[in-house]
């Protein structure tokens, strides 16, 4: 539940602060790489990071995470699901303080429900995959 608490907050929690000299958004890729396996980090680096680095440089964006809960659904020896639920809570700078990049516009919190798929590789959990939880054909 651990691991999957940190793979939400680090997945979901960066901005301008982090941008370097070339655009890149180092230590956030670098933090989310910690926590997920190298079949996933493919994937991360392909489209999930340069979706994040394209926003962040050409908006100024920056997102941030609450984690409301995480249950585990099932789980063996090296394998395991778990279920989160968070808030996303996306900001941009002020349009009345273009000057200050301290001064940002938080957008409304966007509530999101992942089922996350971890693995056990060399005695750590590590995320392999996750999807959106809808709800549908829940009684």
Known sequence: ???TRQFVLRLNTYGPDQLDDQGHLGAYRDQVLEVITPKFATDFEKSGLPIAEQTVAQAGYGR???VFGVGVESMDAD?????????????YPDPKNPDD?????????DVLRWEVDLVRSDGEWLIDDYAPVTGEGAE
């Open 1 to 3: 539940m651990a691991q």
């Open 64 to 66: 941030s995470a609450n």
């Open 79 to 91: 394998s395991a699901t778990a279920i989160l639920a968070a808030g996303l809570t996306g900001s």
């Open 101 to 109: 990049e301290t001064k940002r516009v938080d957008a409304d919190q």
